[in-house]
């Protein structure tokens, strides 16, 4: 009898432990323009060298001064051999919940091998994603046609995904967005009653997702990433002024989540 309640003892101490284990790593998945926030103002060339842009740096600052162990990692994904390098909500939803399971699909992590591997994930789209077609009056979940009606299908999927791993923590940003040159008025439109959708209306309060309005950054209230904001008048990615700032806002909004002061 007493070696079953010293036996009982471990175990309950044990699964106490692990589920008061403070959240600690953090991976980012991306890929130009969310390179391009990662690095922030530091130079291509000492990034190179060192593999520290700003957000990492910032992390490293935060865990000296307040003795915290937080670990962000960074990957482009999906990759373009062997998926391709589409990372719009069709692709997540492809990967994480129509070939979900314990094996990756095309070399990918789903969502089961990632959250074993990681307490917080955080996930974008290009801005490619904000060139969105008119509705056809027939949303399909399969689809990777930019529409919102399968946007919003691939979304809901997602989340019901996301809530299956209540352990752990999900930033997904709003659409990254082109400049004006680079999309029609319609499909400016469209892309912000997208953002609008999620901001309003699919993030849930109190639940494991949080949601960081990346598009209110770059847009500043218009329907176009700011001329300013970006890396040429003919380029959607966000310049290295904007990146600098914004760098440190994101990891800011990612620390805080850990920190359960976001709901």
Known sequence: ?????????????????KNSEPM???VFLHHSTGYSIWAGNTNRYIYKITGQGDVLKYFKKHNSKNRTGYEISDRFFPQKEPYGWNNYPFDYYNIWVKNAGVRPYLEEPTLEILTADFDVIIFKHCFPVSNIEEDSGFPDIESPAKRIENYRMQYDALKAKMHQFPENKFIVWTPAVNIQNRMSGDEAIRTRKFRDWVVNEWDEKGDNIFVWDFYELETEGGLYLAEKNA?????SHPGKEFSAMVAPLFSKFVIDVIESKIE
């Open 1 to 17: 009898m007493r070696i079953f309640l010293t036996i009982l003892f471990v175990i309950l101490l044990t699964g106490c432990s």
């Open 24 to 26: 600690k790593k953090i």
């Open 231 to 235: 890396y040429s008048p003919d380029n």
